[in-house]
């Protein structure tokens, strides 16, 4: 599977969590209003934030803390894969305009954590290939007539 439709996947289920926003107070009570809730005290207490202006209820709170579990097990699973690890990087160099910067770093820590990345043998493998490629594409692209 390429990177690009893993992340489309991943937005996909993230999509159907029961989750709001509001960024007033009007679309904070109509947020409210459509959980048949009010701006009682007792009402908010049921409220869950999420951050960004991203509510849910506290019932339904488990159901972030199962979907970020599960993307955190199906990320470490994707980029396990050799070819599948190059593509998100090579993704994630253009997402981070890396041929702008010529630092790879914004990319790694898109995909792994400073102490993951320093540990993981994949990686290092892969990543002087992807940066090697992305370049090469990146300069093809930016000169091409």
């Not at 679309?27 to 049921?46: A, C, H, R, V, Y």
């Not at 709170?61 to 599960?70: A, I, K, Q, R, S």
């Not at 599948?84 to 160099?93: G, M, S, T, V, W």
């Not at 914004?106 to 992305?134: G, H, M, Q, T």
């Amino acid at each position: 599977m390429k990177y690009e439709d893993w992340r489309k996947q991943r937005q996909d289920s993230f999509s159907k969590l029961p989750l709001k926003a509001a960024f007033s107070q009007k679309q904070f009570e109509e947020m409210m209003s459509e959980w048949g809730l009010t701006t009682s005290e007792e009402d908010l207490q049921k409220l869950q934030p999420l951050g960004g202006g991203a509510y849910c209820l506290k019932t339904d709170y488990h159901l972030f803390v199962e979907w970020g579990e599960e993307q955190d097990r199906q990320q470490k699973e994707f980029l396990s894969d050799e070819e599948q690890l190059k593509d998100a990087l090579i993704y994630e160099f253009g997402n981070h305009e890396c041929g702008y910067t010529m630092d790879p770093k914004e990319a790694v820590r898109e995909l792994f954590d400073d102490k993951e990345a320093k540990s993981n043998e994949l990686l290092k493998k892969v990543l002087p290939i992807a940066w090697k490629e992305y370049l090469g594409n990146a300069m093809i692209t930016n000169y091409h007539i």
